[in-house]
């Protein structure tokens, strides 16, 4: 066990040696980073909070940027997470369900696991960049973010992610090449090819953007692993609510037996008021749904399928924000769905202890019928400080 309190001061030591040499200087450095350190407690419970199970967890991130040339940069970003706790002893091959490398390459690294303690560290963004006025053009594992909605992305085909996976801010990224041509009248053209391991399901696409009616719209279109996809979305202004949409289309490329079209939609509406208050309300439609509600561990599922969003074919969202003080907000969500009456329950509320500081408490409930009766699947309650740098 000595050996690992090594490596996790390795760890917490590592970037303020990096930040006071950072500080020396004035101008622009060769190489820059930023990160932070987060520590998460976990608490799981069904019904009575005294029949509960915890985790802990320790987050480190690391992005590294080298600023070669004014046009040339590269980044290398690095995430580290320690878990250990009663909940990751009773989960059985818990290291394993955590180290899914979904890239060409395989970059993930499982150093420990054992049955109390598992750490894991992955490069998710690795890649080489040029850019100038009318050309970005990016190799390697990066994010090709062509979302537009803030909790169910329908044409977020490249690297699609878990909404209630709230302690991966960053998100996903894919091994892949994007090249983006800047049009006149802010209008743009993008092409992204991702690399897979088996070759014969490549995803790969164009993306047209243009602003129309003080509107953005866009359109795409290329593969989806075995299917073909077609898609579009806005986003705009109705008075002074915003209004965006995005829809995606998968087909298959070849008819099997097990094979089926599939239809997302996602709408999405928000407003800010004067006194503080900001109410957002969203809805997804999947027209091939898979019905299951993952509710164990949620935070350290894989990737969800670009596909499948989420696992019902109508689900509605509706959070309401309250900035409390300038340090400080609560925020009440939650996510239902007709299916079996699911209703997922997300409070949260946030404290900026310092401008590098912050303090979240965090719950999700999941509600479900289930055999006649209306219950409580599961409810977890996280506690995270995270320091930035």
Known sequence: MKFHIYILLGILYFP???VTAQTEGTKTPL???KGYIKDMQSTYFIQKIDSNASANLIHNRLNFKVNMTPKFTGRLEIRTRIFYGE????TPEFGKSI??????????FLWIDEKSIVAQSVIDRMLLEYSNEKWDVIIGRQRINWGITNVWNANDIFNAYNFLEFDYEERPGSD???IQRNLSNNASIEFAYKFEKNKDTPTTAFLYKYNKWNYDFQFLGGLYQTDYVVGGGWAGNIKKAGFKGEMSYFHPKKNAVDSANTFNLSLMSDLTFSNNWYVSVA????????????????LYSPNISAKSLFPFRYNFYFTIVKTISPISTFNFSFIYSPEKNTLVLLPTYSWNVANNFDIDFILQ??????????????NAFYIRGRWSF
């Open 31 to 33: 190489i820059e980073l």
């Open 99 to 108: 180290d899914q490398e979904n890239g060409l390459f395989d970059l993930s």
């Open 283 to 298: 809805t997804l439609y999947n027209s091939n749904p898979s019905n299951v509600l993952l509710t164990n561990g949620s």
């Open 87 to 90: 909940l990751i002893k009773q």
């Open 365 to 378: 409930s999941f509600f479900q019928d289930q055999s006649n009766s209306y219950s409580n699947l599961v």
């Open 176 to 178: 892949a090449v994007s």
């Open 16 to 18: 303020y040696m990096t």
